[in-house]
């Protein structure tokens, strides 16, 4: 089952959803503003660095499929010269 949002159950009268109501409303237009930037700010953060590791994980794997590659070709071209011999 998933988790609940913080705040998701606001309607409810208990204290906890009371204080989130309360500093809800006192908040001033540029601290809602501010945290919507930092929430931004982090969201692309996050972005980025799942970005960089399917890059990165990506790299390898081409990394690994070029060196069996490579190995493969070597080790025909080994044969071909062994069996003119």
Do not use: C, Y
């Not at 982090?42 to 990506?58: G, I, V």
């Amino acid at each position: 089952m998933p988790t609940k949002r913080k705040g998701e159950n606001l309607s409810r009268d208990t204290n906890k959803s009371r204080s989130i109501r309360n500093r809800r409303t006192q908040r001033t237009e540029e601290q809602v503003q501010e945290e919507n930037t930092g929430a931004r700010v982090r969201m692309a953060q996050l972005r980025q660095e799942q970005l960089n590791d399917t890059r990165a994980e990506r790299n390898e794997v081409i990394r690994l499929e070029q060196r069996q590659s490579r190995r493969f070709t070597v080790n025909r071209s080994r044969a071909n010269d062994q069996q003119r011999q």
